[in-house]
């Protein structure tokens, strides 16, 4: 047999074709009619002894029908045999055959037996049912097969699986595993079964609907042209509004060709919603409107002065930026009238030929001196828009977004902000191809809508802090947006037409300029803005802060006032950064602390003093680093600055006179410069490690100089630690410091506690410049310091420091190491040859 495989108790009607199966099923019925009915291993034509299975069933056979070409006979499986031998005989085979018996399970009333076999007569159920077959059908098969072996192999032959599988049934002789094996092809046939019953379902449910939509929807047709134009046409209007709108050549084209296709497809289409809302994002969008810009530079000094203490060299630039946009303004208008009065005198006489194409569009009423006022405007809006796109950067809470958005205001313009932090996706910028479901324009689209004018100022906010995944790189996007020659055809994913951007005025603001790419930053002009000073913040929260704060608690009309040295304790104890956020959450407490007295009929004082922030607020929460309390030996005071503003921190070095030893593995934190041995705690990245290893190789080979030479530097083992030792360090600056607590330990001279001080240091004593200068010393002064040791090279870079700052500090440019350990040391020492018994000297630690 060709991939049939039958079972004892089976009786099955096949069709006999080939001769030598005819021959077989012959000689059978001249002797007792019993044949042995194998499958074959491969399905072929050709039978051979080798290509057919040794286990199969002998059954008896009987002729149904007879034809010329083929005999239908019927079988009725007796049980199964093995075939011990073949033999050709007259042109068909003979099988040498023994008859195989199941082997039963050892316990037939085992509880596990039992319940396989129970679970298997279910899901043999309900896999008949899934197949179609009658429930009385079904009953009446399983209730004449009460035993295992019967129940089993009459299952096995009602499957819908593999000759190979049914042939491995066949062949399993203990009627647990073969119950077994049973079980798991009918349980998965039924789940396929289901799968199958669930899907078709659910397609039969969405044709059903679908066609119910179609009916509907002709219904309705027909309904709406019985009312004879009651209803709205929907289409006519938003033609009508398109019409109104002077779009560009290549914006007209495609959107009157999606329009055609919107009216042909009709209501019934599925593209019919995604045209629609595509077309009326179109209408949306300002593709003429413009506000009338505001150039009068008193006005905008004025506005920033109302919104913003301070920040006087950010004004300045802002105001140089607004007197060469108001003159180029002016000089785009006059080369508009030329250009204007030119084409008037070319054209005296001479009419175009018309475009019948879309003449209907083109018949909408213009308004000449409509016109002529919004080409003005236009030539404005793009002399105020041309040019480089500012970059605010500077630390949290310093005023960034909001200067931002005095700009819009003194513009007379309007004001969108975008929020770039944790974008991640292209998509956002760009928007979506309208081939996605649920598409959308990107955010620089949606924001011009929100503004409704094609000239608003667009503020990108957080631009240091886009991400880039699987779906793009929204900085690579912003290259378009933010480049003054590209973003006159800024085309959006989802528009998928050109819209004009260079009437926008950007501005973006970051806290970290080395966090954008290299060429989006070359796209922008960077205004650096510093932290606030502490006379600064006290000035801001007493026009700006306790105001605005007093009328959000309702505290308006009660004569609330704050008593200088009251906002002086607030600034300087429970504040510490270089903004006023969180200043003015500070501010915010003490009001509802207030309010709350107020509102439970307690009487308060109108003035609150210093004493009373103490008792509203607790304790001081902040610590800052301030200067120690001595000079001290080991201890360097140097500066650092992060985008949330910049500090002081003390760097520690102790040395001690050690035996030579060989370096072992497990000392991570050790280090050997030279014969010397050096070890870095802190929480230290590379670069600050180089920086002390340079530190440690210049202060050692000056040993003569710094009066330390009783003990070589061969026979030290320097240590430097950084507090605080669970925040992660990095970077050149501190190289001054750590070379000066490595002199000042060695020397036994102790640091002058009221110096602070930064710089790169090299091999050869050289102090190079750094960054972030305005910031470090800013900090510096919070903490007390009176002496900065800054590089030469940075010099120039005090022009930035308020003046105010400037005069109560006082700044050493060097350009050497020699220079700053000159300045920096108490004269006078403790030699190491007279303590080499005592253990380490530091400012803090012991070693």
Do not use: C
């Given at each position: 047999?060709?991939?049939?495989?039958l079972?004892?108790g089976?009786?099955v009607?096949?069709?006999?074709?080939?001769?030598?199966?005819?021959?077989?099923?012959?000689?059978?019925?001249?002797?007792?009619?019993?044949?042995?009915?194998?499958?074959?291993?491969?399905?072929?034509?050709?039978?051979?002894?080798?290509?057919?299975?040794?286990?199969?069933?002998?059954?008896?056979?009987?002729?149904?029908?007879?034809d010329r070409?083929?005999?239908?006979?019927?079988?009725?499986?007796?049980?199964?045999?093995?075939?011990?031998?073949?033999?050709?005989?007259?042109?068909?085979?003979?099988?040498?055959?023994?008859?195989?018996?199941?082997?039963?399970?050892?316990?037939?009333?085992?509880?596990?037996?039992?319940a396989?076999?129970?679970?298997?007569?279910?899901?043999?159920?309900?896999?008949?049912?899934?197949?179609?077959?009658?429930?009385?059908?079904?009953?009446?098969?399983?209730?004449?097969?009460?035993?295992a072996?019967?129940?089993?192999d009459?299952?096995?032959?009602?499957?819908?699986?593999?000759?190979?599988?049914?042939q491995?049934?066949?062949?399993?002789?203990?009627?647990?595993?073969?119950?077994?094996?049973?079980?798991?092809?009918?349980?998965r046939?039924?789940?396929?079964?289901?799968?199958?019953?669930?899907i078709?379902?659910?397609?039969?449910?969405?044709?059903?609907?679908?066609?119910?939509?179609?009916?509907?929807?002709?219904?309705?047709k027909?309904?709406?042209?019985?009312?004879?134009?009651?209803?709205?046409?929907?289409?006519?209007e938003?033609?009508?509004?398109?019409?109104?709108?002077?779009?560009p050549?290549?914006?007209?084209?495609?959107?009157?060709?999606?329009l055609?296709?919107?009216?042909?497809a009709?209501?019934?289409?599925?593209?019919?919603?995604?045209?629609?809302?595509?077309?009326?994002?179109?209408?949306?969008?300002?593709?003429?409107?413009?506000?009338?810009?505001n150039?009068?530079?008193?006005?905008?000094?004025?506005?920033?002065?109302?919104?913003?203490?301070?920040?006087?060299?950010?004004?300045?630039r802002?105001?140089?930026?607004l007197?060469?946009?108001?003159?180029q303004?002016?000089?785009?208008?006059?080369?508009?009238?030329?250009?204007?009065?030119?084409?008037a005198?070319?054209?005296?006489?001479?009419?175009?030929?018309?475009?019948?194409?879309?003449?209907?569009?083109?018949?909408?009423?213009?308004?000449?001196?409509?016109?002529?006022?919004t080409?003005?405007?236009?030539?404005?809006?793009?002399?105020?828009?041309?040019?480089?796109?500012?970059?605010?950067?500077?630390?949290?809470?310093?005023?960034?977004?909001?200067?931002?958005?005095?700009?819009?205001r003194?513009?007379?313009?309007?004001?969108?902000?975008?929020?770039?932090?944790?974008?991640?996706?292209?998509?956002?910028?760009?928007g979506?191809?309208?081939?996605y479901?649920?598409?959308?324009?990107?955010?620089?689209?949606?924001?011009?809508?929100?503004?409704?004018?094609r000239?608003?100022?667009?503020?990108?906010?957080?631009?240091?802090?886009?991400?880039?995944?699987?779906g793009?790189?929204p900085?690579?996007?912003?290259?378009?947006?933010?480049?003054?020659?590209?973003n006159?055809?800024f085309t959006?994913?989802y528009?998928?037409?050109?819209?004009?951007?260079?009437?926008?005025l950007?501005?973006?603001?970051?806290?970290?300029?080395?966090?954008?790419?290299?060429?989006?930053?070359?796209?922008?002009?960077?205004i650096?803005?510093?932290?606030?000073?502490?006379r600064?913040?006290?000035?801001?929260?007493?026009?700006?802060?306790?105001?605005?704060?007093?009328?959000?608690?309702?505290?308006?009309?009660h004569?609330?006032?704050?008593e200088?040295?009251?906002?002086?304790?607030?600034?300087?104890?429970?504040?510490?950064?270089?903004?006023?956020?969180?200043?003015?959450?500070?501010?915010?407490?003490?009001?509802?602390?207030?309010?709350?007295?107020?509102?439970?009929g307690?009487?308060?004082?109108?003035?609150?003093?210093?004493?009373a922030?103490?008792?509203?607020?607790?304790?001081?929460?902040?610590?800052?680093?301030g200067?120690?309390?001595?000079?001290?030996?080991?201890?360097a005071?140097?500066?650092?600055?992060?985008?949330?503003g910049?500090?002081?921190?003390?760097?520690?070095?102790?040395?001690?006179?050690?035996s030579?030893?060989?370096?072992?593995?497990?000392?991570?934190?050790?280090?050997?410069?030279?014969?010397?041995?050096?070890?870095?705690?802190?929480q230290?990245?590379?670069v600050?490690?180089?920086?002390?290893?340079?530190?440690?190789?210049?202060?050692?080979?000056r040993?003569?100089?710094?009066?330390?030479?009783?003990?070589?530097?061969?026979?030290?083992?320097a240590?430097?630690?950084?507090?605080?030792?669970?925040?992660?360090?990095?970077?050149?600056?501190?190289?001054?410091?750590?070379?000066?607590?490595?002199?000042?330990?060695?020397?036994?001279?102790?640091?002058?506690?009221d110096?602070a001080?930064?710089?790169?240091?090299?091999?050869?004593?050289?102090?190079?410049?750094?960054?972030?200068?305005?910031?470090?010393?800013?900090?510096?002064?919070?903490?007390?310091?009176?002496?900065?040791?800054?590089?030469?090279?940075?010099?120039?870079?005090?022009?930035d420091?308020?003046?105010?700052?400037?005069?109560?500090l006082?700044f050493?440019?060097?350009?050497?190491?020699?220079?700053?350990?000159?300045?920096?040391?108490?004269?006078?020492?403790?030699?190491?040859?007279?303590?080499?018994?005592e253990?380490?000297?530091?400012?803090?630690?012991?070693?």
């Open positions: 047999m060709r991939s049939l495989v079972f004892p089976h009786t009607q096949i069709g006999v074709g080939r001769a030598s199966s005819i021959a077989a099923v012959e000689a059978a019925l001249a002797n007792e009619g019993r044949v042995f009915a194998v499958t074959q291993r491969h399905d072929s034509a050709a039978v051979k002894p080798e290509g057919l299975h040794a286990m199969g069933v002998i059954a008896k056979v009987s002729v149904v029908k007879r070409r083929i005999i239908e006979v019927q079988l009725e499986v007796e049980s199964r045999a093995t075939s011990l031998r073949y033999r050709a005989l007259n042109g068909y085979l003979s099988a040498t055959t023994t008859a195989v018996a199941d082997l039963p399970p050892v316990d037939a009333s085992d509880p596990n037996f039992a396989l076999h129970n679970e298997t007569r279910a899901r043999a159920q309900e896999y008949a049912q899934l197949r179609g077959v009658p429930p009385q059908l079904i009953h009446r098969m399983l209730a004449h097969t009460g035993e072996g019967p129940f089993v009459l299952l096995a032959g009602h499957l819908d699986i593999s000759s190979a599988d049914k491995s049934i066949l062949e399993t002789l203990p009627v647990e595993e073969r119950m077994r094996g049973v079980f798991v092809h009918v349980q046939l039924v789940a396929t079964l289901q799968a199958q019953a669930d078709k379902a659910q397609v039969d449910a969405e044709l059903g609907k679908r066609q119910r939509e179609v009916v509907l929807r002709e219904q309705l027909a309904i709406q042209n019985e009312l004879a134009g009651d209803e709205s046409d929907e289409n006519g938003l033609r009508e509004r398109l019409m109104a709108l002077k779009l050549a290549a914006v007209q084209k495609e959107v009157l060709r999606d055609d296709r919107l009216e042909r009709g209501e019934g289409s599925m593209d019919a919603q995604v045209t629609r809302s595509y077309l009326e994002v179109i209408v949306e969008l300002p593709w003429n409107e413009r506000s009338v810009d150039l009068d530079l008193l006005s905008a000094a004025n506005a920033l002065d109302e919104d913003h203490f301070g920040l006087n060299d950010v004004k300045d802002i105001q140089e930026f007197a060469v946009r108001q003159l303004a002016k000089q785009a208008v006059a080369e508009e009238d030329a250009t204007a009065d030119t084409q005198d070319d054209s005296k006489g001479f009419k175009p030929p018309r475009d019948s194409a879309r003449d209907a569009l083109e018949e909408t009423e213009h308004d000449p001196e409509a016109d002529e006022e080409a003005t405007t236009g030539a404005q809006s793009k002399a105020v828009a041309k040019g480089p796109i500012l970059l605010f950067a500077g630390p949290p809470g310093v005023g960034k977004t909001s200067i931002g958005k005095s700009i819009a003194s513009l007379g313009r309007e004001y969108v902000r975008i929020a770039l932090g944790g974008v991640r996706d292209e998509a956002d910028i760009r979506h191809r309208r081939t479901v649920g598409a959308m324009t990107g955010r620089i689209i949606d924001g011009l809508k929100r503004a409704g004018t000239n608003p100022v667009i503020l990108l906010d957080e631009v240091d802090k886009l991400g880039a995944s699987m793009g790189d900085a690579s996007a912003l290259l378009e947006v933010l480049d003054p020659a590209q006159d055809s959006d994913h528009l998928n037409v050109p819209f004009d951007l260079s009437e926008v950007f501005i973006a603001t970051a806290n970290f300029v080395g966090n954008i790419p290299g060429p989006l930053l070359d796209r922008m002009e960077v650096e803005f510093g932290g606030y000073t502490e600064e913040k006290a000035k801001i929260a007493e026009r700006y802060l306790i105001p605005r704060q007093l009328e959000e608690s309702g505290l308006r009309d004569g609330i006032v704050f200088p040295s009251a906002i002086s304790r607030v600034v300087t104890e429970y504040t510490r950064e270089s903004g006023v956020r969180q200043l003015e959450r500070t501010f915010g407490a003490i009001s509802r602390k207030l309010a709350r007295k107020i509102a439970s307690e009487t308060i004082a109108t003035s609150v003093s210093a004493a922030v103490r008792e509203l607020l607790g304790r001081p929460r902040v610590r800052p680093e200067i120690v309390a001595e000079d001290t030996p080991g201890l005071a140097g500066m650092y600055y992060t985008p949330v910049g500090d002081i921190m003390f760097v520690e070095a102790s040395v001690r006179e050690v030579p030893r060989p370096a072992t593995d497990d000392d991570a934190t050790r280090e050997s410069v030279g014969s010397m041995s050096l070890i870095l705690t802190g230290l990245g590379d600050m490690k180089e920086s002390a290893r340079a530190a440690l190789t210049y202060v050692g080979s040993g003569t100089s710094l009066e330390f030479a009783g003990v070589p530097p061969s026979a030290m083992e240590h430097i630690h950084v507090p605080a030792g669970a925040i992660r360090k990095d970077g050149p600056s501190a190289g001054v410091a750590i070379a000066t607590a490595l002199a000042s330990a060695m020397s036994g001279r102790a640091v002058r506690r110096v001080m930064t710089g790169e240091v090299t091999l050869l004593g050289r102090v190079l410049p750094i960054g972030g200068l305005k910031e470090k010393v800013l900090g510096a002064h919070r903490a007390g310091i009176r002496t900065v040791i800054i590089p030469a090279e940075n010099e120039a870079d005090l022009e420091i308020p003046e105010e700052v400037r005069n109560e006082s050493e440019p060097v350009s050497t190491l020699d220079e700053v350990l000159a300045i920096a040391l108490v004269p006078g020492g403790v030699d190491l040859a007279t303590r080499t018994s253990p380490a000297r530091s400012g803090a630690v012991q070693h």
